[in-house]
């Protein structure tokens, strides 16, 4: 049942997007004009292609983001269960977590937290 | 208390009395989907309408009020507006993805918005797993704005969409971790039974020091998670001209605007549910006659009333703070919420086990 809702919200999501941008293509008006198919920098025309390299910072934070989400799913299952396992639970998650700060201080250590 | 499963109960055996079962249930579905658009839209209207206020009060100035009474009529007009502006076809960007972007956005957006307790017995999507799924579908419009970003071809979208990336996930984190602390008091991924148990006080008063830590911690994320308030930078308009959705225009764009309304929305009804109990009214364990009054307000006013709350906190924040940079946003994030965090966790679970809440 639930997941039948699920895919009815995506189908709904879908056609709220498909109507509205069917309502504007067919009211909206259409003129044709080469300077406004150019893309909106700065006025003068555009030098080169934009897919090109950016800051390896992005990057960086983006590995580190991985730990530590991977990091909260495992947790989860956890967090359901902590009140049966008593202070069992709590012992054995410290580990997990004091493992995981040790990686976070790492790359603090290494400056992977500076924006440079 | 009235409970809205009583109409929909009733509307479902109304139409299985007058025609098969499959046809009931698709008709029910188109219902839903009927509803859930109408509820979308509105609510999505009624803050631009309410930003806009508060916004100019915030400044000393009236705000619109032209259109309708107290220009009530205004976000509709724009709404409009934005249907009959041309959709300008650009040369140079990637065709599929810049199409595709804006659909991932509502997807994200709608699929959330349908988790959200409203009232009791009015919730779309009830998982056992429900405020895990919550999670995983709002982090979808991540990718929704990366790939509007990237297939403009255009450098100011790229790098706002960068530094939204950037800026997402890394205040996603604290968002799931503060999430989880409110789990592990509650011992519930379940929304509505969140709800319910929070039936003898809220959660943030029941857990008392890493509930209130958690609170700040979430409110904070959240806004971050929005693109709003003094986290605005992946659309620094003084910089960037607007970011990733530079390129798009008319309802493109309109998609763009609905959705960052709606997360807002979004945002304040998670803290609502998590924190503050969702449509449950305020009870205090004891008074047995207060509550009684209490019970007397129905639960749907409790819900608006209280995002309502808390969405004017997050507009506050963002008329109070000056915009942060890339650098001190992210060190916000990595070296003071994340290990902060953590601690919390901790704290919390101690709680818990040695029974300390309340």
């Known amino acids: 049942m639930n997941l039948m809702l699920f895919v009815v919200v995506l189908i709904t999501a879908v056609a709220l997007v498909v109507a509205a941008l069917g309502i504007a293509r067919l009211i909206s008006p259409r003129t044709f004009n080469r300077q406004k198919g150019e893309a909106y920098e700065c006025g003068i025309p555009t030098r080169g292609t934009s897919w090109m390299q ?26 359901l269960t902590v009140r049966d396992l008593g202070a069992a639970g709590l012992i054995s998650i410290s580990f997990f977590i004091v493992i995981l700060v040790l990686g976070l201080a790492y790359a603090w250590k290494k400056g992977a937290l500076e924006w440079k | 208390m009235f409970d809205f499963s009583v109409i929909t109960q009733w509307i479902d055996q109304l139409l299985r009395g007058v025609m098969p079962d499959a046809a009931a249930t698709v008709v029910e579905c188109v219902i839903i989907g009927l509803c859930l658009l109408l509820g979308y839209s509105v609510i999505a209207l009624a803050l631009i309408y309410v930003e806009r206020k508060v916004c100019a009060w915030f400044q000393c100035r009236l705000g619109p009020n032209r259109v309708g009474p107290f220009g009530v009529l205004q976000s509709v007009a724009d709404m409009i507006k934005m249907l009959i502006k041309e959709i300008i076809e650009i040369k140079h960007v990637d065709k599929f993805l810049f199409g595709l972007a804006p659909y991932i ?11 959200l307790p409203f009232a009791k017995g009015l919730q779309v999507l009830d998982f056992n797993v429900g405020i895990f799924f919550l999670i995983a579908v709002s982090s979808i419009g991540i990718v929704g704005i990366l790939l509007a970003g990237w297939a403009s071809n255009n450098k100011y979208s790229l790098i706002g969409a960068m530094r939204s990336g950037a800026q997402m996930i890394s205040y996603e984190l604290s968002i799931g971790l503060s999430i989880l602390t409110m789990v592990v008091l509650s011992g519930t991924l379940q929304i509505s039974e969140l709800v319910e148990g929070q039936a003898d006080g809220w959660l943030l008063f ?5 509930a209130l830590i958690a609170f700040v911690i979430y409110l904070v994320a959240g806004t971050a998670e929005t693109n709003r308030g003094p986290f605005d930078l992946p659309e620094a308009d003084s910089e960037l001209t607007a970011g990733y959705h530079t390129e798009y225009s008319g309802m493109h764009f309109g998609f763009f605007y609905l959705a960052e309304y709606l997360n807002l929305f979004i945002v304040a009804g998670v803290a609502t549910t998590l924190f503050l109990g969702g449509w449950m009214p305020l009870h205090v364990p004891g008074w047995e006659g207060f509550n009684q009054v209490m019970d007397y307000i ?11 709350v808390m969405i004017f906190v997050i507009m506050w ?6 915009r942060l940079r890339i650098d001190q946003l992210l060190r916000l994030e990595w070296k003071y919420l994340l290990p902060i965090n953590l601690l919390n966790l ?13």
Do not use: Q, R
Request: charged letters at 10%; a positive charge.
């Open chain 1, 54 to 79: 950016f800051k390896v910072g992005y990057y960086l934070f983006a590995i580190l983001f991985l730990m530590f989400d991977v990091e909260t799913v495992l947790l989860f299952p956890w967090a």
């Open chain 2, 105 to 115: 956005v509502i997807v994200a957006s709608v699929a959330a918005f349908a988790c």
């Open chain 2, 206 to 210: 029941k857990g008392h020091v890493p």
């Open chain 2, 298 to 308: 129905p639960s749907i006013f409790w819900f608006f009333g209280k995002v309502g």
């Open chain 2, 317 to 322: 924040f963002k008329w109070t703070f000056p």
């Open chain 2, 346 to 358: 901790l704290l919390m679970v101690i709680v818990v086990v040695y029974e300390l809440h309340f």
